[in-house]
Each structure stands twice: as C-alpha cells, then as structure tokens.
C-alpha cells in the first residue's frame, strides 16, 4: 500500500513538472521584452507607493504612524534585485531612472489636474487637494530615496554576486536591501514628514519602515529566487524569437 502511494506520488510530481515545462515552453519571452515589463512593474509599483503614502494609519494601534506606501514599495527593492541579477547594474540603472522619469510626467499631470478650477456642483476640491497636495513633497522625498536607495542596492547586490562569485542568491539579495533600504528610508521619512508629525512618531515610522521592508523581502526572498529562475528560463535571445516568427 505504502509502495502503491508513492508511486502515485511520483506519478503527480512527474505529470506536474511537465505541465511546467509545457508552461514554461509556451511562456517564452524575448530579453528586450522582459527588460520592458520588469521596467513598467517597476514604475508601476513606485507611482503607486508615493499615492499610498499619502495616508497615515496607526500601526497595530501602538500609535506609531505607518505610511502606506511602505506595505507595497518593498516590491520595488524585489524588482530590482530580479533585474539586476539577471541584466546587470547599468540596465538596471536605466530602469531606476526610468521609473523616476514616469515618476515626474504623474506628478506633473496630477499637479496641472489639481490647479484647473472645479467645475460647478463639484465639492471634493478640498479634499482632493488634502491629499495631492501633500503629494510633491512625498514625491521629492521618495524620488530622492528611490534613486539613492536603489541605484546603491543594486551596487552592493552586484559586488556581493562578485566576491561570492555567483553563488549564494539570498546573501545578495538581503545584504543588498539591507542597504539600500536604510538609505532609502532615512531619506524618505526626513523628507517626507520631519515636522509634520512628533518626534516619537517619526522615529517609530522610521523603525518601522525599514524593518517591515527587510522583514518582508526576506519573507519574499524564495519568491525572488522563483522569480529569477522563471524569468532566465521563459526569457530566449532576440535571435531565437526572429526565427521562430520566421517559422510560423
């Protein structure tokens, strides 16, 4: 009976890996076009950050304050060590300034939005420049941050793969972000919220960002790594897929 479970086990295990690689097969991306969606989630994650920081929230009712962009920009800090481990330091430098750029264009489109006078019966005016008028100094805050952090993340993630020779993903990927995510968050939570808020609070948000960051990108790290080994394995050369087209 034993023997009989295993072997059905074995069979499961089998009749999973070939739908993965049946998947995986049907997945193939080219590296320009990885490079162009992993630089657009990475955008993405950065633009809705900065609109989620706008509020505040009490963490676990202790009554230190939480901005919400902390709960999503960490993804940014995975995103980053993805394309850095697969393309290098200077394409990811191009994303970093790339997402900074999409950055401006949604500050600059929200401010001009904010200044056109209300039309008549609307009454959210106020409200609407409560929160997007906080916006440009969340946004000079966490463009800031955002580069210095990243760009240094990304730095630090490439000379430990140098010195650990490619080995050892996880070493990386967590001395990276314990890095660039001190860096990032100092200059964020000054910048954003220094004499908006007491001294208790900004100390707790600043404690509190950077180690829920840390927490939970190393919580994310074997998603990381699926990430990594999924990417390098639906991604072919710009080559392969002309040929294919060609065949088709």
Do not use: H
């Amino acid at each position: 009976m034993i023997k009989k479970e295993k072997v059905i086990l074995k069979e499961k295990m089998a009749l999973k890996e070939r739908i993965m690689l049946y998947l995986v097969s049907k997945l193939k991306i080219s590296q320009s076009q990885l490079f162009a969606i992993l630089t657009a989630l990475t955008a993405t994650v950065l633009i809705v950050s900065n609109l989620a920081s706008t509020k505040m929230f009490d963490f676990f009712s202790t009554g230190l304050v939480w901005d919400g962009g902390a709960i999503l920009f960490p993804i940014s800090y995975i995103l980053g060590d993805i394309i850095t481990e697969i393309f290098g330091f200077e394409r990811a430098k191009k994303v970093i300034w790339t997402a900074f750029a999409m950055n401006l264009i949604a500050v600059l489109a929200l401010f001009i939005v904010q200044i056109l006078p209300p039309g008549p019966g609307w009454e959210n005016q106020i409200a609407y420049e409560a929160i997007i008028g906080f916006m440009p100094r969340i946004v000079a805050g966490s463009l800031i941050a955002f580069v210095s952090g990243q760009i240094l993340n990304s730095y630090v993630f490439v000379k430990i793969k140098k010195i650990t020779k490619g080995k050892y993903f996880w070493q990386r990927a967590i001395g990276s972000s314990l890095v660039g995510d001190l860096v990032d968050t100092v200059i964020f939570t000054t910048i954003a919220f220094i004499g908006t808020i007491s001294t208790f609070q900004f100390v707790g948000l600043l404690l509190i960002a950077y180690i829920s960051k840390i927490v939970g990108e190393t919580l994310l790290l074997p998603v990381t790594y699926g990430a990594v080994k999924l990417c390098e394995k639906v991604m072919v050369s710009e080559k392969v897929m002309e040929n294919e087209s060609e065949s088709v």
